[in-house]
């Protein structure tokens, strides 16, 4: 996938883990702010504006919006290195605010779901991360599984409305 592309589909991923637990906790989009600021991972001028933005369309339909990023993941031809830094900044958001949930770790397995990284490469490369093992066993990966996986994120997780986004200059 193009840098630009993977960059914008970088951050819609973030973005949607921040989000798929119903909480924006301030440590997250700290996380975003900061992978921006050290690592250009964005690659995008106002990172507050576009979060907002984001924010007003998640909170417009929260399911959709997250049904949506589905899709574009789903569509997206990445290479293994994008693959590895999209599960790098997804448990990185998952960890972010020190409160791993049962929702985010659904929400990493549907992502998985959609790459060709195998849980054995996520398990040697993620060693560091504690419990990396839940993070990539799984039931027997079929279609129906993944639909099954699927349908009930999306039957338990009730999407709020979000407050605006506020990056803070330090």
Do not use: W
């Not at 193009?2 to 989000?19: C, G, H, Q, Y």
């Not at 770790?105 to 060709?116: D, E, T």
């Amino acid at each position: 996938m193009e840098k630009n592309e993977f960059s914008d589909l970088l951050l819609l991923t973030a973005f949607s883990v921040m989000a798929c637990d119903g909480d924006i906790d301030p440590k997250e989009v700290t996380l975003i702010s900061d992978l921006e600021k050290k690592e250009s991972l964005f690659n995008i001028e106002n990172l507050e504006a576009r979060l907002n933005q984001l924010v007003e369309e998640i909170n417009k339909d929260g399911h959709g919006f997250l049904r949506n990023y589905f899709k574009k993941l789903k569509q997206a031809e990445l290479t293994h290195d994008q693959e590895s830094k999209l599960v790098d900044v997804t448990i990185k958001m998952i960890e972010a605010d020190e409160i791993v949930q049962y929702t985010e770790l659904r929400f990493f397995k549907i992502i998985h779901s959609y790459l060709k990284i195998s849980g054995d490469e996520i398990m040697k490369e993620f060693a560091h991360v504690s419990d990396i093992e839940d993070y990539v066993v799984q039931d027997i990966i079929s279609e129906k599984y993944i639909e099954k996986l699927t349908t009930s994120y999306f039957d338990s997780q009730e999407i709020p409305e979000f407050s605006e986004i506020s990056i803070s200059v330090n």
